[in-house]
């Protein structure tokens, strides 16, 4: 079963508007969540964090926003580069004795264009 | 400082045939994980090293797949009579806590 899911494949939008970057989840047992950026033939780099005990984080441009009860997350991009153009991947994961295994969506295609 | 780095970078092997794929991670991370990610899909968890502790292997997809990470360092995944359907970027990654994971560039490995 596809515990996180990024249901948008792909998103295109106009350099310096803002890029919303969508992920649900199903797993109420994950506290953790991250945004990975991956450019082709690269490993992905972090992004961002965010714990559940928290609704907001942000970091320059980028900011997560978590919606527990929603089981929803979002990445808000402000404003986007063209720079910004990368695969986009939300990852959960469990503390405890799930150690520190991300689960990951299919990932979202952003292209952001002059 | 130096990341997380990967080889080979690219494998051609043919079905039935082992490969090795190595891993060095960040100096000082304990903890080790293997992804892969095949065409058009996200990231699938492998197999994960914490420390001296026994392994995580609950991502392997069969007992073709093995892992192991000699001295706390460099990790080896290793797949035994390969198929076609392992064809994959196998990605490899290190972390010194349990979350921030830094990955590696990957193995394309395709089975012919």
């Known amino acids: 079963d596809q515990q996180v899911k990024q249901n948008s494949p792909s998103l295109s939008v106009q350099e310096g508007r803002i890029s919303i970057l969508n992920c649900d989840y199903t797993n109420s047992m994950f506290d953790y969540f991250l945004w990975y950026k991956k450019y082709p033939a690269e490993g992905p780099t972090f992004l961002i964090s965010i714990s559940s005990i928290k609704d907001k984080n942000e970091d320059g441009r980028f900011t997560v926003f978590l919606n527990k009860s929603a089981k929803h997350l979002s990445l808000h991009i402000v404003p986007s580069q063209p720079g910004d153009s990368a695969v986009y991947f939300c990852?959960?994961?469990?503390?405890?004795?799930?150690?520190?295994?991300?689960?990951f969506g299919q990932g979202t295609e952003l292209s952001v264009k002059p | 400082g130096a990341g997380v780095s990967q080889s080979p970078s690219n494998k051609v092997t043919e079905k039935g045939k082992d490969v090795e794929l190595r891993c060095d991670p960040i100096?000082?991370?304990?903890?080790l994980y293997w992804y892969r990610q095949s065409l058009g899909q996200g990231l699938e968890f492998l197999i994960y090293f914490q420390g001296n502790s026994a392994p995580d292997k609950s991502g392997l997809p069969s007992d073709r797949f093995s892992a192991e990470r000699t001295g706390g360092s460099v990790s080896t995944l290793t797949i035994q009579r390969t198929q076609q359907e392992d064809s994959a970027v196998y990605l490899c990654a290190s972390s010194l806590s349990t979350y921030e994971q830094y990955f590696g560039p990957g193995t394309r490995l395709t089975v012919t």
């Open positions: 990852a959960a994961s469990r503390s405890g004795n799930q150690g520190g295994k991300l689960i």
């Open positions: 100096s000082g991370h304990t903890a």
